[in-house]
């Protein structure tokens, strides 16, 4: 069973790592197969990863089989760390699953990770953190420690034929020194299922109701195309240190990416775009914006924008953000040369939706 991350959206050294997405997966072997997967990643506002899952599974048997399934969370670290011993995680909330039209109960526990006997909670009225957070060990014995991640576990009892699930959390995003967010997702996992692949795999990246700009490995998902189903959004190849990146500016809408017989061989990541732009002194002011950071204001000094202009260029971001057209050939053609505007006709000029970072660029 592998694990789960993230990341956070506070301004640290080294960052901050939260926890991430993962599949379901079986604790133990089984012959049940994934026939069909649809899984959605929302990035809001809220500093959350909005995960949804819709899976189809087959049973080849006779009979109904229940599975013991579920999934592991690492713990935190560079937090405002504390241990959980009822085994909830603190980054995770509203974790819900309903099999077949039914809402399934679920449990938490500390377990020991990569336990070849499957799932193991342990009784941690026997055991202490260890000097790591992510490590526990026995009570008087210092000297055996044992790496531990927060499950959530559950029954399903799998009818013969096809079996629907629907899966759905939240989680903490992360970040990475000059990232505002990171959120990673473990796809791999999906092989411990009797198929070791899923047969018909969709993911779809939301923005609902804000912007994002980010970008993605693209290495992970090179073997089928990246299509815009909803709202305003392009995309781009970017090299990043002689890596190639598929670069997003989204704007209230989905790109959708859907491969049959999919077999993921990495995780997925996807990163704020900043990342390729805040240490590049060559990039203007403005290249990268998000509706949730303030990170263009703090690397605005190195570029060559004079005072009067950055000032101009600051009080416009939210605005060319939401699709303003520019009538200023000033303004005009500075947003038009920033890769992710998205010009808008039908966009009215409001602040009702305008977040305190968006604020704090109108006060720059």
């Not at 939301?206 to 089928?224: G, L, Q, V």
Request: glycine share 6%; proline share 4%; aromatic share 16%.
């Amino acid at each position: 069973m592998l694990a789960m991350l993230g990341l956070s959206s506070t301004l640290a050294n080294d960052g901050v790592y939260f926890t991430s997405g993962n599949q379901l997966i079986p604790l133990l072997e089984t012959d049940i197969s994934i026939r069909k997967e649809v899984l959605t990643i929302g990035l809001q506002d809220d500093g959350n990863a909005h995960v949804d899952v819709y899976y189809e599974f087959f049973n080849p048997g006779t009979s109904d089989k229940t599975v013991l399934m579920g999934f592991e969370a690492d713990p935190s670290y560079n937090d405002d760390y504390e241990f959980h011993a009822d085994g909830k995680h603190p980054s995770i909330i509203d974790f819900t699953v309903e099999m077949n039209g039914k809402k399934l109960s679920y449990q938490n526990a500390v377990c020991e990770v990569n336990n070849l006997d499957g799932l193991k909670p342990l009784d941690m009225t026997k055991y202490e953190v260890g000097e790591t957070v992510t490590t526990v060990h026995p009570k008087g014995n210092d000297t055996l420690y044992i790496d531990f991640a927060y499950v959530y576990y559950f029954e399903a009892t799998f009818k013969p034929g096809l079996n629907k699930v629907h899966h759905t959390y939240q989680y903490t995003r992360s970040m990475q020194i000059g990232t505002t967010f990171e959120v990673e997702y473990k796809l791999t996992p999906a092989a411990r299922w009797a198929n070791h692949q899923i047969d018909d795999f969709t993911l779809v990246i939301r923005a609902d109701n804000t912007a994002k700009h980010y970008i993605i490995d693209e290495e992970t998902f090179n073997m089928a195309p990246w299509m815009l189903t909803e709202g305003f959004g392009k995309q781009r190849v970017t090299d990043y240190y002689d890596s190639p990146f598929r670069e997003f500016s989204l704007r209230n809408g989905a790109f959708t990416w859907h491969k049959n017989n999919f077999t993921p061989k990495h995780e997925l990541v996807i990163t704020s775009a900043d990342r390729i732009y805040n240490f590049n002194e060559n990039a203007a002011f403005g290249s990268f914006y998000d509706r949730n950071s303030s990170f263009a204001l703090y690397y605005s000094e190195q570029n060559s924008v004079d005072d009067k202009l950055r000032t101009r260029i600051a009080h416009n971001l939210p605005y060319a953000n939401r699709g303003h057209v520019f009538k200023d050939p000033v303004l005009k053609a500075y947003f038009q040369n920033l890769w992710w505007y998205m010009p808008d006709p039908n966009y009215q000029d409001d602040q009702s939706d305008f977040t305190d970072v968006d604020r704090s660029y109108l006060s720059y």
